[in-house]
Nanobody, 123 residues
Framework: QVQLVESGGGLVQAGGSLRLSCAAS????????MGWFRQTPGKEREFVAA????????YYADSVKGRITISRDNAKNTVYLQMNSLKPEDTAVYYC????????????????WGQGTQVTVSS
């Protein structure tokens, strides 16, 4: 059974940093493309960043380029989201997800999801 567990969320002031982690188990992590999404109440889940399987190509939403970095450690079955220069509009629940096919920006393409971790950025 595939399980994704996020950690690292919290409350931070604007301009601060957080690093989110997502630990995977129950499958072959290196075979998955991994993505981070975020969601606020009443809005659809939004793509943040993704890293492809095998080739490790990185993808970012325009709103986070230059501030957020996705990375993966296949030896640890973990994907990270380093978030710098955080803004109040980054406040959301952040989810990691695994895509057993090709990398995608669309949440409906992902096969497995974590439970989410709250990130709150105060002004």
């Amino acid at each position: 059974q595939v399980q994704l567990v996020e950690s690292g969320g919290g409350l931070v002031q604007a301009g601060g940093s957080l690093r989110l982690s997502c630990a995977a188990s129950g499958g072959t992590f290196s075979d998955w493309s991994m993505g981070w999404f975020r969601q606020t109440p009443g809005k659809e889940r939004e793509f943040v960043a993704a890293v492809s399987r095998r080739t490790n190509i990185l993808y970012y939403a325009d709103s986070v380029k230059g501030r957020i970095t996705i990375s993966r450690d296949n030896a640890k079955n973990t994907v990270y989201l380093q978030m710098n220069s955080l803004k109040p509009e980054d406040t959301a629940v952040y989810y990691c997800a695994a895509d057993t096919n090709t990398v995608s920006f669309r949440p409906q393409e992902y096969d497995y999801w974590g439970q989410g971790t709250q990130v709150t950025v105060s002004s």
